[in-house]
């Protein structure tokens, strides 16, 4: 309760700079909008369902794209860490691939799945794969040779050992993988619907798009701010409880 | 309909006392490849360990009493020679033959009771209940029924070790291998240990191969000490113990035996120095 209440405090305080900043005239209204005036606008792009429409749009092709580089990523990452061939020739792409910032994509998305939904799942799952498979691949690596050991003479072997031994062993690691296959994920998603007119569906990046083309700096602050509260739910909800477990269990959290 | 009745087996019988092996080791050599070259990590070793055999293997470090432990649990294979066990072949690590290494190698995602589970979860014909409660009965037998559900980094090396033993018996094997099982432990831990590991090999009637580096301890646990010399590994000389269990590692009889035993292993091992010259 302490914690919240000091978090709070914090955040009133900033507000209140910014409310001071504004009355202060430091910068033109046009560039910087009282904190009332965006609030204004997300109530009324919340009443006439702008927001939600957008939301919806943005969160379906990120998690749609994200799982799908997961549920690609995982099993790649294995075929690396297993086989020496998979690790030259998938492994080294990955690594490749991985450095190329995932926004990069987004021309040749265009070029191949025109202005639709496909491109930008693409974008998504080219931001979220190549993580996913690396950090897979690393977390085999990093099994302490004698868990499989033990589990060999305990009768583990094939299939069971792949699932209840290693990949549970590598769990911290493909779980710091697909935080960072988020990231990359979000971060080029944004991008692509700043910077592309996707004809299938206005998303969040469109929204913030249009604000700056109509100089609507309440509406570019206010999408800003959803796209920072859309980051913060994820963390919390999907990969605090995670992380928490893994500290728990692995006894690696300092607090 | 039922297909086909599967036989099941209740928790009693899964916690019965079910008969040790015999383990018979002919003329095994094994070579090692490593940077300053090939290395005889065992030299000709044949060994027979009787039904319920409480054997030590002292030496000192790199004469290959790990290696053949290894080799018995199927873990490595042998370049040359025999391994048997009840007179059939070991071609692979099994169940029958579970090992208890120097670290706990206990896994960290799951917890205490989770990893006493693991190798009862491979045996097929129990109930998950039968599961349960072999699982408890063997915490209970370590003495850590309190610390089923802590987490493996939460327990002290010596209730990890008491863990691994527990997962270690759970699977009722009729082997059970220890690699310096209690060498990284304080001596109090350790002393705790020996007391519970004679009583425990008593009353659950396992054969063991018990590999340390530690003279006192050979003493104190087997039935029969085999002294191993390096490079090349061989088996040099036995020594029977047959002191009264429960026995104590301070005992004046005790320290006589381990003497003797200490005064075989230094002759066999030349120093380190003149060996590298």
Same mark, same amino acid.
Request: with cysteine; glycine share 8%; proline share 4%.
């Given at each position: 309760?302490?914690?919240?209440?000091?978090?709070?405090?914090?955040?009133?305080?900033?507000?209140?700079?910014?409310?001071?900043?504004?009355?202060?005239?430091?910068?033109?209204?046009?560039?910087?909008?009282?904190?009332g005036q965006v609030v204004k606008y997300l109530?009324?792009?919340?009443?006439?369902?702008?927001?939600?429409?957008?939301?919806?749009?943005?969160?379906?092709?990120?998690?749609?794209?994200?799982?799908?580089?997961?549920?690609?990523?995982?099993?790649?990452?294995?075929?690396?860490?297993?086989?020496k061939v998979f690790g030259d020739t998938i492994g080294t792409l990955a690594l490749g691939l991985q450095t190329l910032p995932s926004v990069c994509w987004v021309p040749l998305a265009l070029l191949w799945f025109?202005?639709?939904?496909?491109?930008?799942?693409?974008?998504?799952?080219?931001?979220?794969?190549?993580?996913?498979?690396?950090?897979?691949?690393?977390?085999?690596?990093?099994?302490?040779?004698?868990?499989?050991?033990?589990?060999?003479?305990?009768?583990?072997?094939?299939?069971?050992?792949?699932?209840?031994?290693i990949l549970p062993s590598a769990l911290p690691f493909i779980v710091s993988g697909m935080k960072q296959g988020w990231a990359f994920a979000?971060?080029?998603?944004?991008?692509?619907?700043?910077?592309?007119?996707?004809?299938?569906?206005?998303?969040?990046?469109?929204?913030?798009?249009?604000?700056?083309?109509?100089?609507?700096?309440?509406?570019?602050i206010g999408i800003m701010i959803v796209i920072v509260v859309i980051g913060l739910l994820a963390d919390k909800i999907f990969f605090s409880p995670i992380e928490k477990f893994l500290h728990r269990r692995w006894g690696t959290s300092q607090a | 309909m039922h297909l086909a009745r599967r036989h099941h087996s209740s928790a009693t019988e899964e916690l019965q006392v079910i008969a040790p092996s015999k383990l018979a080791i002919e003329n095994v050599s094994k070579n090692f490849k490593g940077a300053s070259g090939a290395v005889l990590a065992l030299d000709h070793v044949s060994l027979n360990v009787a039904e319920g055999e409480f054997v030590c293997l002292v030496g000192?470090?790199?004469?290959?009493?790990?290696?053949?432990?290894?080799?018995?649990?199927?873990?490595?294979?042998?370049?040359?020679?025999?391994?048997?066990?009840?007179?059939?072949p070991i071609t692979g690590p099994g169940r029958e033959r579970l090992v208890m290494f120097q670290e706990p190698a206990l896994f960290p995602w799951l917890n205490v009771f989770g990893n006493v589970l693991f190798g009862l979860k491979l045996k097929p014909n129990l109930t998950n209940k039968d599961r349960h409660d072999v699982a408890k009965y063997y915490l209970e037998l370590v003495g850590l029924s309190r610390f089923e559900r802590a987490n493996i980094h939460e327990l002290s090396g010596g209730m990890k070790q008491r863990v691994s033993l527990a997962r270690a018996l759970a699977p009722n094997p009729r082997v059970l291998l220890m690699d310096e099982?209690?060498?990284?432990?304080?001596?109090?831990?350790?002393?705790?240990?020996?007391?519970?590991?004679?009583?425990?090999?008593?009353?659950? +009637?396992?054969? *063991? #191969? @018990?590999?340390?580096?530690?003279? /006192?301890?050979?003493?104190?646990?087997? +039935?029969?000490? *085999? #002294? @191993?010399?390096?490079?090349?590994? /061989?088996?040099?000389?036995?020594?029977?113990?047959d002191l009264p269990r429960p026995r104590d590692i301070n005992s004046v009889d005790l320290a006589v035996h381990a003497m003797e035993i200490t005064k075989a292993l230094k002759s066999f091992s030349q120093p380190e120095v003149a060996a590298a010259a």
């Open positions: 309760m302490k914690r919240f209440l000091l978090a709070a405090l914090f955040f009133a305080v900033l507000v209140l700079l910014w409310e001071a900043a504004y009355r202060a005239k430091l910068w033109s209204p046009v560039l910087l909008p009282s904190p109530e009324g792009a919340a009443a006439d369902g702008t927001l939600a429409k957008a939301t919806v749009i943005t969160m379906r092709r990120l998690l749609v794209g994200y799982f799908i580089g997961i549920i690609l990523g995982l099993p790649l990452g294995l075929l690396t860490a297993r086989w025109g202005q639709t939904e496909a491109a930008m799942l693409f974008v998504v799952i080219m931001g979220t794969l190549w993580s996913v498979v690396i950090a897979t691949e690393t977390g085999v690596r990093n099994v302490p040779p004698i868990y499989r050991r033990a589990a060999l003479t305990m009768g583990s072997k094939r299939l069971h050992m792949w699932f209840k031994v979000w971060r080029s998603l944004m991008a692509a619907e700043i910077f592309v007119t996707i004809l299938t569906g206005f998303g969040l990046g469109q929204l913030l798009h249009y604000g700056r083309e109509l100089s609507a700096m309440e509406q570019v | 000192a470090s790199g004469c290959g009493k790990t290696t053949l432990l290894n080799i018995i649990a199927g873990l490595e294979k042998p370049d040359s020679g025999t391994v048997q066990a009840d007179g059939k099982p209690f060498a990284a432990l304080d001596a109090l831990t350790r002393e705790q240990l020996y007391g519970d590991l004679q009583r425990i090999w008593q009353a659950r +009637n396992k054969t *063991i #191969v @018990f590999v340390t580096h530690n003279v /006192r301890e050979a003493a104190c646990l087997g +039935n029969r000490v *085999i #002294v @191993f010399s390096p490079r090349p590994g /061989r088996n040099r000389e036995e020594f029977a113990v």
